[in-house]
């Protein structure tokens, strides 16, 4: 079986797909002068963005997994992920409070999604 990767850096891919599965690296934010809101909106554009590339769309999404830099956040997160999560194809989701790897990052998102 085949693995398609996208977005092949150095250190990591952006983007695998294999048998019909896409999967997608932590996706964090590149205007970290943003609030929590701002960055997760940023971080959830790229996801609709690496999604689409590979065939997939936010009502495909398996699973999710949330990292946020700090609890407080927790419901300033939830504000902007509940306007953007598809209707009635809600994912199984975790969410946890971690360091993450810059002090000014605020989340990290990482999905596994089905290709249409």
Not at 23 to 46: K, P, S
Not at 65 to 75: G, L, N, P, S
């Amino acid at each position: 079986m085949t693995v398609q990767r996208l977005h092949v850096g150095k250190r990591l891919s952006e983007v695998a797909i294999h048998n019909g599965t896409v999967y997608l690296a932590g996706q964090i934010a590149e205007d970290t002068t943003q609030n929590i809101e701002g960055q997760t909106r940023e971080v959830l554009g790229h996801i609709d963005r690496l999604l689409a590339e590979a065939g997939s769309s936010k009502e495909h999404i398996l699973s999710c997994q949330i990292y946020i830099a700090d609890v407080k956040d927790f419901e300033g997160m939830n504000a902007v992920w509940d306007a953007w999560v598809a209707a009635g194809n809600t994912p199984p989701r975790a969410t946890v409070e971690a360091k993450l790897a810059r002090p000014e990052l605020l989340v990290e998102i990482i999905i596994v999604a089905a290709q249409k």
